[in-house]
């Protein structure tokens, strides 16, 4: 069997200036970066005539994997199979998890974007920016800090980090500024990812450079000695970060294995950020196809929740329709199985299983949004399994559609696209939020927990309770919310799967990210720094003379 | 008067794709990055066709300026306009510096490389590319020890340190790895800027993909317990650090304000390594133009002496001619003037500071390469300063031509060009090196420091004694030496100007930079992570909502 970056070398790509004409831009909002990347001018603020919005989204991920980018692409690719002209506006990589573990995320079989080695690597630098942007506001304050301080920031209230796009657990926790009084005024730092910096966040959910501006002014990086909170605005650099943003804001175009467009752009955590691409590439995409396949990060109470109540707010367009990506085998191990005992035939444990599926469905469908579920074919799946599955979700009136995109590309989902098409076309959607602004910060929190995640109720610690008290104060309890949660289970403990009951959330902490414009709600220790394995996949990447990469998955 | 970038955003820039075909690239060997940037396929190896080089140089730095970029733009665009086929091989500019102080490293006034704002900013990313390299290989370092230390390395003795391309002083020392088990090993840390990198020198030296993956391979991370050094051959990850600079290492193209094609790539220390633009944009230059005009940092105490013994042997091509630049200004400072009496003409002080252009021209004909001086010219220069400084430079049989590229672009600097090409017609060029590796590491330095500095001897601290024996013992005596020392002064003492006599040069300590191919000789505290100044120029910065840029100088 061929490896995804062997699968990746044989595609036939076209010059991107192709696939920029083929979506109708003008060479002048076109520049390429390389053959095969381009660069594309952010979106008129002004058109309002737009295309429809697919977002595809999963039951909360198990290790058994569930192809959430793979079923996007290859539906994308059907989408043009069947003759629509599709977009894709998906998430672009970072490079800390594309070293540190098998795989980058640029889908996998014959449903891949291309190049995937720049895709994965470096692409078009805008993670490089932002990591620049980041550590220069980093720079800034302590700089701030040793020639006087006139702000009178406390060291020991700076909740801005520093950020690199690496796994790295030896920079979680460090002191910084040791040395001498020369070496500047020490205090205790931690570096987060770069895709978890609040920068990506403003990054994805800015709609143009004077949105961008205003939010990085915004950006709340302490507090000073008299607990009053300072913005990048107070230390005069939003102008400084949004420069070095200017590229990095335009939206990057790039292909399917099949030449579908395909916009690659932004990728922040989908607990301690919303987890989708950046609503400049989504709008681009929009104003340019007549359909959109988008994706949001992890399950769909983290993902979708967040593209729903916090990216379509700033986008302004709701999804037409919601794929929910599943696998036969990911849901029996919500229904109790092993990843060992996954091989054999298990209608029961399917069933059980089938619970969680049937949860993140209705959630979809209390927002007003029709919902198809994609089930992502292995090749161990059993044809029972798979009948039985479209008989439970035929129970509760939803279509499931096989995909075998990652074996066929997108012949391998053409059923599923007009699935998708014909749900469209009978204009269900009608969208409305899960809460409004103005509900009491306490309120907001409580109805995702309960009526998303089937919390029994919320308990917020000591910390968060005073940050209740505190955030109204300096008015910023008027927000939408975010909340830093597990991916693995609705439930804030991991180890439950399934649909979890009688549990509650507990609120540890509640974090102000003012230029994003949402405050995140920690519910438990959210790594915002992954670590390295025993084993790296950096160990066998390699280039050879002629510049051939191996070692990507 | 006009700013840099106000100028720059008048300028009249050709398509990159008409720049390179201007110098007869080849379509496919050109990836365009942007409308007005590219990155050009590495150069063969096998061509012997190359063009004359020149290298531009100047004398010891002071805060009166000398103008070594634009003086080096300038003279591009003068050789065009005698109609000579000239391409410039320049070094990229840092973020770090750009962010900190006013100004980037783009030339000035009429003689500068564009798009300023682009080359001055993320440019194609190489020193994020430099920069990734560097940080995955600290992470996996760290990492390997976490995960058991199979290679017993010491976190005591660990050398590599991480990297940013920011202006930082906090971050030059810290400890990283706190907190508790699961995040990794403590130990004391510090963060370069990027430019200071070995990655950094080695991209500029290597040849090509398979000598940049050997040098890699090379690097000393540090020491086992048993203080044996550790190299990333011994980690396994030449492979995936090579695979993160696979784009980096190739040349970028870009234009002159006069549409001069500039390869623009590389910019590693002059002090800490050796401070001239990579191997492989001064040899694809050489095999395209004529006329290769390229710069070596600092003054030519440190940046061509390292041009001439590190970078020549690798680039296997000597210089055929040497710019020395001079300024009236900073010669009345090496006469004992102070910035407020630079005013007023002062021949006596011109006199006694010509001494150290003398001795650089000097020490540049030791190497058997023939010398031209050029002044260039600040408005409040006097006539007879510059009258009696031709006149000393012709009492040593120099030619000593004014520039005034900076208010007028190349047809300031046409008279430059002009001597320029006929001292190259007069073939008197006969490079030989000043030492050869095989000498004993003391002797090299020594050699060093008596024939180029004026070192009446060279002591060795205890530290740097130790490790004279260590690295005979480890084989690293036989590669060349790449003095640190203040660029300030031809002595390892910042104060003293003009020609310092009967002084020491004081050895603190020797690094092996086995991947770059040379040993780092410390003779002073070198500071390879800056800080910001009180006034970062940042907060002047800006962009606007069309993208228009301000406050970059």
């Avoid at 991107?16 to 060479?27: D, H, P, S, V, Y």
């Avoid at 004077?210 to 990086?221: E, F, N």
């Avoid at 191990?333 to 444990?349: F, I, R």
């Avoid at 927990?449 to 104060?473: C, H, M, N, P, R």
């Amino acid at each position: 069997m061929l490896s995804d970056i062997e699968i990746a070398q044989k595609a036939n790509l076209a010059p991107i200036e192709q696939i920029a004409q083929k979506l109708g831009l003008f060479q002048e909002d076109v520049e390429p970066y390389g053959k095969y990347k381009a660069k594309v001018s952010l979106p008129e603020s002004t058109s309002n005539d737009m295309g429809k919005l697919i977002l595809v989204t999963s039951i909360n991920p198990t290790p058994a994997g569930e192809g959430k980018t793979t079923v996007s692409i290859g539906l994308a690719d059907g989408l043009n199979q069947i003759h629509k002209k599709a977009v894709l506006a998906l998430r672009e990589p970072s490079l800390g998890p594309v070293m540190g573990l098998k795989g980058g995320a640029t889908g996998g079989g014959y449903s891949q974007v291309l190049p995937m080695e720049d895709i994965n690597l470096h692409f078009t630098g805008d993670i490089h920016a932002i990591t620049a942007a980041n550590n220069a506001l980093s720079a800034l304050i302590d700089n701030h800090i040793h020639q006087g301080n006139e702000l009178e920031i406390d060291p020991q209230q700076i909740i801005w980090k520093r950020s690199l796009d690496i796994n790295d657990r030896a920079l979680r926790h460090t002191v910084v500024g040791l040395g001498n009084k020369a070496q500047g005024v020490p205090h205790e730092e931690g570096f987060d990812i770069s895709v978890a910096s609040e920068i990506m966040a403003i990054l994805c959910l800015a709609n143009d450079l004077a949105d961008l501006k205003t939010r990085l002014a915004k950006i709340v990086i302490g507090y000073t000695y008299q607990n009053k909170p300072v913005t990048v605005h107070d230390l005069q650099v939003e102008g400084a970060l949004a420069l070095l943003l200017k590229e990095a804001i335009k939206p990057n175009l790039v292909q399917t294995m099949e030449q579908t467009p395909a916009f690659i752009h932004g990728g922040p955590f989908a607990n301690i950020a919303h987890g989708c691409n950046s609503v400049a590439a989504t709008k681009t995409a929009l104003q340019l196809g007549d359909y959109t396949v988008t994706e949001a990060g992890f399950g769909a109470d983290l993902g979708a929740e967040k593209f729903l109540d916090i990216k379509v707010p700033s986008l302004d367009k709701a999804p037409d329709a919601i794929v929910m990506v599943a696998t036969i085998r990911a849901l029996k191990m919500h229904g109790g199985l092993t990843t060992e005992q996954l091989a054999n035939e298990d209608l029961s444990a399917l069933k059980k299983g089938f619970a969680n599926l049937k949860k993140h469905i209705n959630n979809m469908q209390n927002y007003g949004l029709p919902v198809v579920v994609a089930i992502n074919e292995f090749a161990l799946d059993q044809e029972n399994e798979l009948l039985y599955l479209q008989e439970l979700c035929q129970e509760i009136s939803v279509t499931a559609v096989l995909s075998s995109a990652w074996e066929n590309g997108g012949p391998g989902a053409t059923e599923l696209a007009s699935t998708v098409v014909s749900t469209i076309e009978k204009n269900e959607a009608n969208y409305k939020r899960l809460y409004q602004n103005q509900l009491p910060l306490e309120d907001k929190i409580k109805e995702v927990a309960q009526k998303i995640y089937g919390a029994s109720d919320v308990v917020f610690e000591k910390k968060a309770k005073k940050q209740l008290k505190d955030f109204k104060t300096f008015g910023w309890d008027l927000l939408p919310i975010c909340i830093a949660k597990t991916q693995y289970s609705l439930s804030d403990d991991a180890s439950l799967l399934g649909v979890p009951q009688n549990f509650t959330l507990n609120v540890k902490e509640i974090q102000p990210k003012m230029g994003a414009g949402f405050l995140v709600v920690l519910t438990g220790n959210i790594l915002t720094m992954p670590g390295l394995p025993k084993r790296p996949a950096a160990l066998d990447m390699d280039v050879d003379d002629s510049g051939r990469v191996s070692g990507l998955f």
